[in-house]
């Protein structure tokens, strides 16, 4: 199993989930396709290039039509000294009001880019960690029903020594106990390895799994690089890289709220008919909003204060990153030394004694007792196993995820299957 996160992995490649056996490959794809979280956050994307087009509109003109001097009395009455005025008015943004708009719209779509790339950072993931759940569950499974055929071989030999009369039947009763034991379970085994499967088909939105088992391979781990080189690549983790283009759109919001307290004159030009004089005229006009109480002021300085919680905040998801990176590289260098402690050591000595002990017990040199505790020792060693590599390996997708790599790429640290 490759329990790296494949970042560039085409969502197109796998539509449909398989009727047999899943791969990660497949499970990234239909997660990256189908997932509802992340289609939420492709239409907000698709919303902020919206927002950008119509940032970078023009005012529309106003039309305007006005009748006067009618109805009155004298001279006045009724129409004979009507003034008809048909006018065309346009505002005029000053200051580059409308390009500082249309670029901090542009900056706010960016911004959905990269909550997209962290969304999208989340899914993949939380698909490879469900995946590696399904696949340990997986391996339990197959370890407990190693167990139980073991029981059971251990049960028929020790009937076959009470029937022969060679060991008291109280032996019989204990590994029919030992035995029931190990069925209970293996049938808690499958429970939760069910639980797995629906909790990964949960993830691009199936109700229930289709696919009957995964195919992968736990035990391909990879040496620790220095943590210095891990803790230099976080500036490409998307909830870090979106920080430069934050204090950019804060900056370039200061100065379109800057503009703003530039006041947009208004022109207006149209035509007037004298009903009196039986005359027409032009109309020409201009007004300019005078700034004597609302200069912007506020909003300028509200500008400048999220300009400075937003480098309070850079400096926070930095720390808060190197936190949570130094805190996996603990589990991975402590599940990886584990690993190779139980592979190296554990498990062909356990392996070895257990068989020794099983054979001997044939022969009448040990007792069931010993039997049972070789059993137990060989088998918490081999669950054990399963389990350091799995914490091995959802450690490196927390990495891959921290780093904004592939941790599989990163030089200087050798691969081994353990």
Do not use: C
Request: charged share 25%; glycine share 6%; proline share 4%.
């Amino acid at each position: 199993m490759v329990l790296s996160i494949l970042f560039l992995i085409s969502p197109s490649v796998y539509a449909e989930e398989p009727i047999v056996v899943m791969t990660l490959p497949q499970a990234q794809s239909l997660a990256l396709m189908k997932n509802p979280e992340l289609a939420a956050f492709s239409w907000e994307v698709r919303a902020r290039d919206a927002q950008a087009i119509q940032a970078g509109l023009l005012p529309n003109p106003e039309i305007g039509f006005a009748v006067e001097n009618f109805g009155g009395s004298g001279d006045l009455h009724g129409f004979k000294g009507t003034e008809t005025t048909l006018q065309i008015s346009q505002t005029v943004e000053l200051g580059g009001k409308r390009s500082k708009r249309r670029y901090v719209a542009t900056l706010e779509s960016n911004l959905a880019n990269w909550d997209y790339e962290a969304k999208r950072a989340d899914v993949l993931s939380g698909v490879t960690k469900a995946f590696i759940e399904v696949l340990a569950a997986q391996e339990r499974l197959a370890l407990t029903e190693e167990l139980v055929s073991l029981s059971e071989q251990v049960f028929n030999t020790i009937s076959a020594r009470v029937t022969a009369g060679k060991v008291s039947p109280v032996e019989e009763t204990k590994a029919g106990v030992a035995l029931a034991t190990v069925r209970i379970e293996l049938e808690r085994a499958k429970r939760q390895l069910e639980g797995a499967r629906k909790r990964l088909a949960a993830i691009w939105g199936s109700t229930f799994p289709v696919f009957e088992k995964v195919e992968g391979q736990l035990d391909l781990l990879k040496s620790p690089p220095p943590a210095e080189q891990l803790d230099a690549l976080i500036s490409q983790n998307p909830d870090i890289a979106r920080w430069a283009e934050e204090i950019e759109q804060r900056n370039a919001v200061l100065k379109l709220e800057n503009a703003k307290r530039i006041s947009d004159p208004t022109i207006s030009a149209g035509f007037r008919r004298l009903n009196e004089t039986d005359n027409n005229a032009f109309v020409l006009g201009i007004s300019i909003p005078i700034p004597l109480f609302n200069r912007n002021q506020g909003s300028v300085l509200e500008a400048q204060q999220r300009i400075a919680k937003a480098e309070e905040s850079r400096m926070s998801a930095k720390l808060q990153v190197l936190s949570a990176l130094s805190e996996a590289y603990q589990v991975l260098s402590s599940s990886y030394a584990e690993a190779a402690t139980l592979k190296d050591k554990v498990l062909p000595g356990a392996s070895s004694a257990f068989e020794a002990v099983r054979e001997g017990y044939r022969q009448g040199k040990f007792g069931y007792l010993d039997v049972l505790d070789a059993q137990r020792t060989f088998f918490e060693a081999k669950s054990r196993y399963i389990e350091s590599l799995s914490a091995y390996q959802m450690a490196v997708i927390d990495i891959n995820r921290l780093i904004g790599e592939r941790f599989d790429v990163i030089k200087n640290a050798s691969k081994e299957k353990i």
